[in-house]
């Protein structure tokens, strides 16, 4: 399985790779997680990214596309990959898709994860995470349990100011990539209100219908 989940920030992409990548066996590649631990590492990389990230804005183009392109090659991207966070833009989906072509492949599938932009604050401010096992929390709707509260942390762009600048950003840059797949007949649309099992059901489901359709 070859798969792309998108969606505006905090739709729900993380914390739904976690359980979709051990459905099908493929490795979570999120840009947003290699960028970060860019940053953690104090690499020429990070360095360069993180200023964008902390502003809400994305990093440029070609950074992100060598990147990901270099850890498609990688030998466990061999059986397929979820990219997550990537394409971005109509130049990072177009670069996909010379990579994807050049290597004889193809995508299954582009699950977009719709939540209404008056939702995204609240998740995105209530979110926490354990840097001890990467496990997405959120304060209310997914609380820490004990032993691990105290642990938790907030990502830097994880402020109000940020995710308006985030959510900018996804409608004016990302949301014509939608367009760019749906036309292919690879996207699927995942209403992402809900429980987190009740949106992996929804998108287990599509993703049947969606290949049952392309085998018919
Ligand atoms: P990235 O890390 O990709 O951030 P994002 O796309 O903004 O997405 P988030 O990680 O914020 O949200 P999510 O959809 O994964 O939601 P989550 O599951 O955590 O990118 C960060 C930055 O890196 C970018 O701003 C940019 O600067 C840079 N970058 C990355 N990729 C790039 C690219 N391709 N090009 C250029 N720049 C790039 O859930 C959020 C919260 O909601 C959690 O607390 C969770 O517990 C909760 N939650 C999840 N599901 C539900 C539910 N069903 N009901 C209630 N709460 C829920």
């Known amino acids: 399985m070859r798969m792309i989940l998108i969606g505006p920030p905090g739709a729900g992409k993380g914390t ?11 490795p979570h590649i999120s840009t947003g997680d290699m960028f970060r631990s860019a940053v953690k ?4 990389l990070g360095r360069q990214a993180e200023a964008y990230m902390k502003a809400g804005d994305l990093v440029p183009d070609e950074l992100v596309i060598a990147m990901v392109i270099e850890r498609l090659g990688q030998p466990d991207c ?7 966070g990537f ?12 990579a994807l072509d050049n290597a ?3 995508l299954d599938a582009v699950v977009l994860i719709e939540v209404a932009d008056q939702l995204i604050e609240e998740r995105i401010t209530g979110r926490r995470s354990d840097p001890e ?13 004990a032993g691990v509260a105290d642990r938790v942390v907030q990502r830097g762009d994880d402020t109000s100011e940020a995710c308006k600048a985030r959510l900018t950003k ?16 690879l996207l699927v649309r995942i209403h992402g209100v809900g429980s987190p099992d009740e949106v992996l059901l929804r998108i287990t489901t599509a993703l049947k219908a969606l290949q049952s359709h392309s085998a018919s």
Do not use: C, W
């Open 87 to 98: 394409p971005r833009t109509r130049p990072q989906a177009e670069a996909l898709e010379g």
């Open 16 to 26: 739904q790779a976690h359980n979709l990548v051990k459905r099908y066996q493929i």
């Open 41 to 44: 590492a104090g690499t020429e």
């Open 133 to 145: 096992t990467g496990t997405i929390y959120h304060l209310k709707y997914n609380p820490p349990p």
């Open 78 to 84: 061999e059986g397929g990959f979820m990219l997550d």
């Open 104 to 106: 004889g492949l193809s």
């Open 170 to 185: 996804y409608h004016d840059d990302t949301a014509p990539v939608i367009p760019f797949y749906e036309g292919k007949g």
